[in-house]
Nanobody
Framework: QVQLVESGGGLVQPGGSLRLSCAAS????????MGWFRQAPGKERELVAT???????NYPDSMKGRFAISTDNAWNTVYLQMNSLKSEDTAVYYC?????????WGQGTQVTVSS
């Protein structure tokens, strides 16, 4: 079992930056990949970024150059640095982990981009 707890969400002005954190606990050794997804009101959940144990990252084209995913050395925490935020980035951001073919999700953290 893996537990994920997000933090760092909040209100930010357009063009601003925000860094999300996700603390993992439980069977961390079994995690193969971690990442972030988001879901805006009335829309489906979409991929934001993923990172594997080997350090390979993946971003949709719309987020390349603005968002950056990273982890600490122990893989206890995964981060999402978000820059040049836009109103359309407003969503609930969910932390995700893949461990032994099981998907785990955090509770989500709200990010609101508004002036």
């Amino acid at each position: 079992q893996v537990q994920l707890v997000e933090s760092g969400g909040g209100l930010v002005q357009p063009g601003g930056s925000l860094r999300l954190s996700c603390a993992a606990s439980g069977s961390i050794f079994s995690i193969n990949a971690m990442g972030w997804f988001r879901q805006a009101p009335g829309k489906e959940r979409e991929l934001v970024a993923t990172i594997t144990r080997s350090g390979t990252t993946n971003y949709p084209d719309s987020m390349k150059g603005r968002f950056a995913i990273s982890t600490d050395n122990a893989w206890n925490t995964v981060y999402l640095q978000m820059n040049s935020l836009k109103s359309e980035d407003t969503a609930v951001y969910y932390c995700w982990a893949l461990a032994l073919s099981h998907n785990y999700w955090g509770q989500g953290t709200q990010v609101t981009v508004s002036s």
